[in-house]
């Protein structure tokens, strides 16, 4: 039952996240779109940043043990989630600004990253500044994609076209983060 709860109150503040700011949406508006006290919402979560937070928790659990092609799969599915919800983006990105966005969804990027990162290089690390590299990259290109997605206001409607940009991109740039690997390990930092 706890699971349903959580469930629920994740998609009903995704809901109207999807209708206006983060700023105008209260705990109150959620516990009534819930049909759940307030007490229960704070059982759960400590504020609305933190339900969101936790559905981006939930789609990056599948990044951390997914592995090669798998991996890249499954961070342009997280592209897609920010693609089917772009409202909810939209208005997190409003409400807090494009740094803060950045650093919310950049943060979770960056261990999924290294942790493959680790397990592509045979569960070695990588040295610190060519991880650095290939972290800063990634988690730059990506929310590079999702900004400029964003700050694009001719695409509120339908999500179609941005879900087929994104499988276009996952098509072109399929093993990069392994070749990426390979290149770190196989030319020495001094080159």
Not at 166 to 172: A, K, M, N, S, Y
Request: proline share 1%; charged share 25%.
């Amino acid at each position: 039952m706890s699971q349903l709860t959580k469930r629920a109150i994740i998609d009903c503040t995704l809901d109207l996240a999807e209708k206006k700011s983060f700023r105008k949406i209260t705990v109150r508006d959620i516990v009534t779109a819930c049909g759940i006290t307030r007490n229960t919402f704070y059982y759960y979560f400590h504020d609305i940043y933190d339900v969101i937070d936790q559905a981006l928790e939930e789609q990056t659990a599948g990044l951390v043990g997914a592995e090669g092609a798998e991996w890249e799969s499954a961070i342009f599915s997280l592209i897609e989630f920010a693609a089917r919800r772009k409202r909810v983006w939209r208005n997190l990105y409003r409400s807090v600004g494009h740094e803060e966005t950045a650093r919310f969804i950049m943060s979770r990027l960056h261990s999924v990253i290294v942790q493959n990162i680790t397990k592509l290089n045979g569960g070695k690390p990588l040295s610190a500044r060519d991880e650095y590299i290939i972290t800063s990259f990634y988690e730059e290109a990506l929310f590079g994609i999702m900004a400029r997605w964003l700050e694009d206001g001719h695409t509120d409607g339908n999500s179609t076209e941005m879900v087929k940009y994104i499988r276009r991109i996952e098509c072109i740039f399929a093993g990069n983060l392994h070749l990426a690997v390979q290149n770190a390990e196989r030319t020495p930092e001094g080159k």
